[in-house]
């Protein structure tokens, strides 16, 4: 199914939702980054078809933050506001590497479910 089929469904926000966390650490595997950033990101790769709510963005940042999953730090100031990015931590990248094992296990129960 391409993305422009999926606009055309309602994706439930609860399907996606468990998989916020590993989608923002995903982000974070390639580099440092802020919240604005991380979501047009997320935009770009799903061609438009989702992103993450403002609040649920920094909602989880700051639980992975708490958790010692990512560490925050302010930027150098550019043009316009200064902005508070991302780094994740080895901790972050244990528990990336779980979720991801989990989801392989998830896909193949559900492919073997559906098939």
Known sequence: MMFSEVRRLHISS?????????????????????????????????????????????????????????????GERSEGARRRYYSITEQGKAYYQRRIDEWETIKRLLDALFS
Request: charged residues 20%; glycine residues 4%; negative net charge.
């Open 14 to 74: 609860d399907m996606i939702y468990g998989y916020t966390d590993s989608i923002i650490l995903h982000c974070l595997m390639e580099k440092d980054s802020y919240g604005y950033e991380i979501n047009n990101s997320i935009l770009q790769k799903t061609q438009n078809c989702y992103e993450l709510k403002e609040a649920t963005l920094y909602t989880t940042f700051h639980r992975l933050e708490k958790q010692g999953y990512v560490n925050s730090y302010w």
